[in-house]
C-alpha cells in the first residue's frame, strides 16, 4: 500500500515538472531573441543611407544552424565596415523603447577561409544624434590568432543616461566591425535590459508572458524551471528515500 501511494506522489511530482519547465521555457522566450524560429526579426537589418544604399558593407543577414544553435549570421560581401541596427521601437514596441539601456548578446567571429580570425572590433553605438550613429557607441574587441573562429563571447553595451532614447525614429542600436579582414559575425541570445538591470520584454512577446506566469502561479512553483526542478528533486527523493526505509523495516517485521 506504501509503495503504491508513493508511487502515486512521485507520479504527481513529474507531472508538476513538466508544466513547470514548460512554463520556465515559454517566458524565457518572450524576452530574449535566440533565433529558434530561423527567422530574422523585422527590428533587425543592415544599417541603409538615405538614397536606400548600402551604408558600410552589403553583408546579408540570415539565420543558420552554428555551434549547436540557430544564429544571425553577418555574411560579409566586400571589404567595407557591416553595419546592423537593432530597431528598439520594432522590437520592445512603442510605449517601452525609451525604457532600453542595454544591448546584451552572444558573439562568434570566424574567418571562412581558415586563416586566424586575428583582429575584430567596432563599436555598437546607438543615436539621439548624428546619422550613422557610432559617436555615442561602445567598443569591443575580439582577438583570436590561433584559431579560425573565436570562443563564445558575451558583449555588453550600456547607453548613459544622457543618451537614453528618445525618439522614435532614431532609437536604435548599431553593431559594427571595423575589421575589414572578410569574417562572419554569429550573434545569439539578444536581451535588452532597462536602466535597473531588468529585461525589457520583445514586442508581442507580452500575451505568452502573461500565460506563462499564470501557469507557474496555478501550480504554485518557484520563479524558474531550475529553481522548481532542485525543489522537487529533493522532494522525491526525501520520498524515495522514506519508502526504502519503511520497506525494510516492513521485511525486518516479517
Ligand atoms: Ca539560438
Ligand atoms: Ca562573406
Redesign the pocket.
Known amino acids: 500500500m506504501k509503495l503504491r501511494k508513493i508511487l502515486s506522489v512521485c507520479t504527481s511530482l513529474v507531472l508538476l515538472l513538466v508544466i513547470c519547465s514548460k512554463a520556465g521555457r515559454a517566458y524565457a522566450a518572450s524576452n530574449v531573441i ?3 524560429d530561423g527567422k530574422v526579426p523585422e527590428g533587425i537589418f543592415m544599417a541603409t543611407l538615405e538614397d536606400g544604399s548600402p551604408d558600410g558593407d552589403p553583408s546579408i543577414l540570415s539565420v543558420v544552424d552554428y555551434n549547436g ?3 544571425l549570421k553577418i555574411d560579409t560581401q566586400e571589404n567595407g565596415t557591416p553595419k546592423v541596427k537593432f530597431d528598439m521601437p520594432t522590437l520592445v514596441g512603442a510605449d517601452a523603447f525609451t525604457k532600453v539601456r542595454t544591448i546584451e548578446y552572444d558573439i562568434i567571429i570566424e574567418q571562412p577561409s581558415g586563416d586566424v580570425a586575428g583582429w575584430n572590433g567596432g563599436t555598437v553605438g546607438a543615436t539621439p544624434t548624428g546619422a550613422s550613429g557610432w559617436t555615442n557607441g561602445t567598443e569591443w574587441t575580439i582577438e583570436e590568432y590561433n584559431n579560425s573562429a573565436t570562443a563564445v563571447k558575451t558583449l555588453k553595451h550600456t547607453l548613459t543616461d544622457d543618451l537614453a532614447f528618445t525618439d522614435s525614429s532614431k532609437a536604435f542600436f548599431m553593431f559594427m566591425n571595423w575589421a575589414n579582414n572578410g569574417t562572419d559575425i554569429y550573434l ?2 539578444i536581451k535588452f535590459y532597462d536602466a535597473d538591470g531588468n529585461l525589457v520584454p520583445l514586442a508581442g512577446a507580452v500575451a505568452d508572458t502573461a500565460t506563462a506566469e499564470a501557469t507557474a502561479e496555478t501550480a504554485t512553483t518557484p520563479k524558474t524551471g531550475v529553481e522548481s526542478y532542485a525543489v522537487l528533486y529533493l522532494i522525491g527523493s526525501a520520498l524515495m528515500a522514506s519508502g526504502i526505509v519503511a520497506t525494510k523495516k516492513h521485511k525486518n517485521e516479517k
Do not use: G, I, Q
Open positions: 535566440d533565433f529558434e544553435s540557430k544564429m545569439d541570445n
